[in-house]
């Protein structure tokens, strides 16, 4: 995009504009003007569209200027109606600064986060600058909202964003090509400049770890390419099985601990932000149309504001007020107004009053006649209620029908003419409409281009309309391409970025208005013949970056698709793997909407559940129980497990979802339920649990018995002998015992013993499993803590550390080495001398996510830290470092 161009670039672009571009005096004046020269006044947006904004851009400058002296972060929301020219204050702005010799003290990015093509609502009309024009729109989202879609769960009638951090994503990546473009390394050996590709990579690799770049993946584009490899890009399979086609038997059940992954994700997010801030002297990181953002975006940018240990960085947010407030949006404006540790400025653009358009008019017309200029002011007004991107637009439509003459050194021209072009012109989408249809090339390939988004790239265009067969002015190569989108960007419709090969519509309402060149009845069918030809072109490893634009065209289209079509089929599939990437990047609104989309494709009623169609719906109900009990849509989850319980074919088909169940219920206060659900359960097993408080009594000490002559047996023979179990049934089996034993500690206690007894005696009946190595170290502890047999349990101790090591997981890291080295060997070692294996918990805890047992070492080590004389400042801020 253009505002990601190069320092260099960007102000040879400025210098050319500003030598192209001759005052209008001059214009007037020049002697040989003829006819053609009325088309001057098609002036460009980012002449007029900062018109009478000294003011803000000021103060965008001067808040810039204190982020690079200071520093710090700081945050500018910059509010107004759609056209009000919020993009183009916020740019000029930053341009401003390059153009006074700031270079490389800047590295200026920008994402935007499109309206989902799921949102049909024509909010077009609301920059007319109507007074009604937002309860117009709320009543017209209504009416969207009722039509829904064909589902078991219907949809809360919400706006619903679809696209994966779509804004942060278009940021990040633009901020990652631009330390790619970073000398190598020093041009020379006395060259002390630090910001070199060598010196980036060396930064990243101290500020993130191993794993962080694998959940970062998805994220950040290009971030591989600077860390030089490393690893491979987490998989979504890793996260679910999409392509198994067999169903859910063999998938595993080990699982991904998602409110982990969601810790770890965003911590990682941070990590890299605090990484690169503290490198380059300064980033702006422009994000636009941020009333679309979603949910999972706006946590994330949370977090990066809310960071101390930042350097140099300024967030602009731009978004709309014309539109149906997006309620996370405004909560966290208004947390950041009332929170004096955040540096913030809010900015907000009026329209145009009537004398500031007078003004405008005889700085841009020199007329000699004030009655006409007036005049003329009052007809603009009438019709654009003074929206600058409304203005600017009519006055260039006015241009090009020629209805402004040079006359030596002023401009003349005929109101009535005028007024009679304006009289159709109801609103910009109306004037926007008129102006695309006048241009062909416009009218061919606009409303493609508008199908894949704000910004396209021209190569992505040209494969697309070279896999659409209905489509009859294809250009013949790319290059044919470029000339046609060269044009557009002549016509205003477009802005470019040659170097990349990529193009933007100059504003979302250009977009609308070459999306409604094609006849209602038609749009969702080229939405659809889009969706399919991007799907068709594209390579498998680009899959992941047009997934989600692929669905957005061809879900509305795919429900009149008969239910035993493949392409829906297919269609289906695509939303699944899509819900599964969402899931990955702790994305869970989104990944519910598409696993509700997904199941809303499979054939209709109880028929999904039989023959071929059974493995597939179970696997998507499964997974839509784990994304709804995470979105925090109860009623949706029960929906979905109560489908499960009563299709499922035995009980190790439903035990996934009773896995989520116990958890939910401990997570919200319910420990009890997710006791007799798991008692339950586990007698379906084959593994009965005593629920009788006599019978507990008894079990305990039979429990205690058995257990203690097995471990004496494998202590003395070695557990090498022991296979590490990956049949999917045990697995499950030694999840729920665990599951179990969670739920107990919180309401029947009395209960925990027998649980860890037998883990512990199932592990040594059939083999190793993740879980193997609680139950060890849970027992260390019983022998240490609760009968004082400290060479058992010191025993017991080092052999759940083997057993960690065997099975080779990370995920119950922390929370074996917090059980083993903060509750059990402090019994029969200085506990001053575990402080450093206390913190390889806690440093587990932060890659695997499991920051419940990784603060534990604060807990433990803190205390003696701070009677050792440490400085509880430090402490605080290791602690801020996490949260």
Not at 423 to 428: D, G, M
Not at 538 to 547: G, K, R
Not at 752 to 766: L, S
């Amino acid at each position: 995009m253009i505002h990601s161009m190069g320092t260099q670039q960007r102000k040879e672009k400025l210098k050319d504009s500003s030598s192209n571009n001759m005052t209008e005096a001059q214009e007037t004046t020049a002697t040989n003007m003829n006819q053609t020269d009325s088309a001057t006044l098609s002036l460009d947006f980012k002449q007029l569209g900062i018109f009478g904004r000294d003011g803000e851009r000021r103060a965008l400058q001067t808040a810039l200027q204190r982020v690079q002296k200071n520093r710090q972060t700081h945050v500018a929301w910059v509010e107004g109606d759609s056209g009000s020219g919020k993009s183009s204050l916020v740019f000029s702005s930053l341009e401003q600064q390059l153009q006074e010799g700031n270079e490389n003290n800047c590295f200026v990015v920008s994402g935007t986060f499109d309206m989902p093509h799921n949102h049909h609502d024509d909010i077009s009309n609301s920059s007319n600058g109507s007074r009604n024009s937002i309860s117009d729109q709320q009543s017209s989202s209504a009416s969207h909202s009722r039509r829904g879609f064909e589902t078991d769960i219907s949809s809360d009638g919400k706006l619903q964003q679809t696209f994966l951090y779509q804004g942060l994503r278009g940021a990040l990546g633009q901020l990652c090509q631009q330390i790619l473009s970073l000398p190598s390394s020093s041009s020379s050996p006395g060259d002390s400049s630090p910001l070199t590709l060598e010196a980036a990579k060396a930064a990243l690799s101290m500020g993130l770890d191993h794993s962080s770049w694998k959940v970062l993946d998805m994220l950040i584009p290009n971030l591989f390419s600077i860390l030089g490899g490393g690893g491979d890009a987490a998989s979504a399979d890793e996260i679910s099985s999409i392509s198994n086609e067999t169903g859910g038997k063999n998938e595993s059940l080990e699982g991904q601990n998602f409110k982990e992954l969601a810790d770890r994700f965003k911590l990682a997010s941070r990590q890299f932000v605090q990484s690169v801030s503290n490198f380059l002297p300064c980033i702006v990181l422009v994000f636009e149309n941020l009333q679309w953002a979603d949910h999972s975006s706006l946590d994330l940018l949370s977090s990066w504001i809310n960071d101390s240990e930042n350097g140099s960085l300024m967030i602009v947010g731009c978004y709309r007020s014309d539109v149906p407030a997006n309620a996370a949006l405004t909560e966290m404006i208004a947390t950041y107004e009332h929170d004096s540790r955040v540096s913030v400025q809010k900015i907000i653009l009026h329209n145009l009053g009537i004398s500031e358009i007078e003004d405008m008019l005889d700085k841009l017309l020199s007329a000699s006649d004030l009655t006409a200029n007036v005049m003329l002011a009052d007809l603009i007004f009438q019709k654009t209620h003074g929206n600058v991107l409304f203005v600017v637009q009519l006055l260039q439509f006015l241009s090009k029908k020629q209805l402004f003459q040079p006359r030596g050194d002023h401009w003349e021209w005929d109101q009535s003419s005028i007024a009679r072009q304006c009289e159709p012109i109801q609103s910009i989408s109306d004037l926007m409409q008129l102006s695309l249809a006048q241009v062909e090339v416009a009218r061919n390939i606009l409303p493609i281009a508008a199908c894949l988004g704000s910004a396209f790239g021209a190569s992505m265009l040209f494969r697309v309309l070279d896999n659409m067969n209905d489509f009859q002015n294809s250009p013949a190569d790319l290059r044919a391409m470029e000339q046609q989108l060269q044009v557009c960007v002549s016509e205003g419709f477009l802005e470019s970025d040659k170097d990349e090969g990529r193009y933007k519509f100059v504003n979302h309402q250009i977009r609308l208005a070459a999306l409604k060149l094609v006849e209602e009845s038609g749009e969702v069918q080229l939405k659809f013949e889009v969706g399919e030809a991007l799907l068709s072109s594209c390579d498998p490893e680009e899959m992941d970056d047009i997934i989600f634009l692929s669905l957005e065209l061809v879900n509305p289209y795919a429900v009149r698709l008969k239910p035993l079509d493949p392409a829906r089929m297919k269609i289906a599939r695509l939303n699944e793997k899509a819900a599964s990437t969402a899931m990955k990047t702790s994305s869970f609104k989104i990944a519910s909407w598409y696993y509700r989309r997904a199941i809303s494709l499979l054939p209709h009623g109880n028929s999904r559940w039989k023959g071929n169609h059974y493995n597939r719906t179970l696997r998507m109900y499964r997974a839509a129980v784990v994304a709804e009990s995470l979105n925090g849509d109860e009623r949706a989850m029960f929906r979905y497990v109560d489908r499960v319980r009563e299709h499922g074919h035995d009980i190790y088909d439903k035990i996934q979802v009773y896995h989520v169940l116990m958890d939910w219920f401990v997570d919200h206060g319910r420990a009890e339920e997710s006791v007799d659900l798991g008692i339950r359960v586990l007698n379906q097993m084959g593994a009965s649990i005593p629920s009788n408080d006599i019978v507990v009594a008894g079990s305990t000490i039979t429990g205690l018995l058995k257990t203690r002559s097995m471990m004496a047996k494998h202590l003395e023979e070695g557990i090498d002998r022991l296979p590490v179990v990956h049949d999917y049934k045990f697995l499950a089996l030694m999840k729920t015992i665990d599951n179990l034993g969670t739920a107990c500690y919180f309401v029947r206690q009395n209960l925990v013993p027998i649980i860890i007894f037998k883990g512990v005696r199932k592990t040594f009946k059939i083999g190793v499993t993740p879980y193997s190595a609680v139950f060890m170290a849970g027992y260390a502890f019983a022998m240490m803590a609760h009968l004082g047999d400290f060479g058992v349990g010191k025993k017991c101790a080092d052999l759940a550390l083997t057993l960690l090591k065997k099975h080779k997981t990370k995920d119950f890291c922390s929370k074996v080495k917090m059980i083993t080295y903060g509750l059990s060997l402090h019994f029969v070692t200085p506990l001053e001398s575990l402080v450093d294996r206390l913190q390889e918990s806690y440093l587990d805890g932060l890659q695997s996510g499991d920051f419940e047992s990784s603060l534990f070492f604060f807990r433990i080590a803190y205390p003696s830290s701070t009677c050792n004389g440490s400085n509880l400042a430090i402490h605080r801020k290791e602690l801020c470092d996490i949260y």
